[in-house]
């Protein structure tokens, strides 16, 4: 079979290893020919493409990024997008087209397939892990590990000088990266959008740190939490050219309120691109290179309109319209029964 592959939405730890494994299960057991489309859709509708082999994949596991290049949009943003996918599939020969990228990169491909019959099979990627129907995406463990590497760091120089630090990590509509890292970096609150916070209560409890004698706390707050209504003010968020609010700076609002209402010295801290780039973890590689397996598997099955994702011990499928338009939230058994006992 001839099939393309394309990379959408932003960069994430592990995309390369998801290539390496469709091209190595392609090629060396299906006997594929694997086309890689730059910059996401824009390479489909313009053809600009890369041929994907074993070889030219050599070495590729552990880097992060992505060989193909990814940009956001979608072909149903210009009147003609479409059809000029269209024609790519059909002019050169392609027998299906393997999406990787996050929930809008899964939508496009799920009203693709439902509303043009074009011949795609999903896998979905995110450091944030929202995506419903899989209950792990890879990239996920890579950006808990790095933001847990940076608060072990930041321990010592709070304590160092008595300070706040508050985190900023990533997670525009869910709190998993949050979550997980301040638990695992034994954080003093941890913000979540799942959960509005009081800024009230949050100063109260690095308050209470102090007069047990803890002079240095460490806030992790998601990019995309938000205070409770009343709490205090963060003004308006500006949008992108796709509608998209644009996330980022929380933690500098945060910290300056802290600072303010309890008279501590605060730093805040954006991690930002930080936590999507460099190498992925040992489980992050697994779970691409299996995602990357089943995924050509997916397509000589003609599992059209599926998406790979991780179940149990184990890799399966799952129609892409279980991601359209939904968020994976965290469990709020982790965040409520776990995390908060060691909050302040």
């Not at 491909?109 to 011949?119: F, G, R, W």
Request: some cysteine; glycine content about 14%; overall charge negative.
């Amino acid at each position: 079979m001839r099939v393309g592959v394309l990379t959408g939405g932003g960069d994430c730890p592990g995309l390369n290893a998801v290539i390496r494994a469709i091209v190595r299960k392609g090629e060396r057991s299906w006997g594929d020919e694997i086309v890689g489309f730059l910059d996401a859709w824009d390479g489909v509708r313009e053809r600009r493409t890369i041929p994907l082999t074993v070889e030219s994949m050599r070495g590729s596991l552990p880097k992060g990024g992505t060989v193909l290049g990814t940009r956001r949009g979608s072909p149903f943003d210009d009147p003609d997008g479409v059809s000029e996918v269209r024609a790519t599939v059909d002019d050169m020969g392609l027998d299906g087209i393997i999406v990787i990228g996050g929930n809008g990169s899964l939508s496009v491909a799920c009203k693709l397939h439902d509303e043009h019959d074009l011949p795609v099979v999903g896998v979905p990627k995110t450091i944030d892990n929202d995506i419903v129907g899989t209950e792990m995406t890879f990239g996920f463990n890579t950006a808990v590990q790095i933001a847990t590497d940076a608060i072990d760091r930041l321990h010592t120089t709070a304590e160092s000088h008595d300070r706040v630090m508050v985190v900023e990590v990533m997670g525009r509509h869910s709190g998993w990266i949050a979550t997980q890292a301040g638990i695992a970096g034994g954080a003093a609150v941890v913000l979540i959008p799942e959960q509005p916070f009081d800024i009230d209560e949050v100063c109260a409890r690095i308050v209470r740190r102090h007069e047990r004698g803890r002079y240095a706390s460490i806030v992790v707050v998601a990019e995309g939490a938000l205070p409770k209504e009343g709490s205090f003010d963060i003004g308006r968020r500006e949008v992108d050219r796709f509608g998209h609010v644009r996330f980022g700076g929380i933690g500098y609002l945060v910290a300056e309120e802290i600072g303010r209402r309890t008279g501590f010295e605060t730093r805040p801290v954006l991690l930002g691109h930080v936590q999507r780039g460099g190498t992925p973890t040992a489980f992050d590689r697994v779970l691409s290179t299996q995602f990357g397996v089943a995924a050509i598997d997916a397509v000589h099955a003609g599992a059209w309109g599926q998406m790979v994702v991780a179940r149990g011990p184990g890799v399966e499928l799952a129609s892409l319209e279980e991601a359209v338009g939904r968020t994976r939230y965290v469990d709020m058994s982790l965040y409520e029964g776990v995390a908060q006992i060691f909050f302040a």
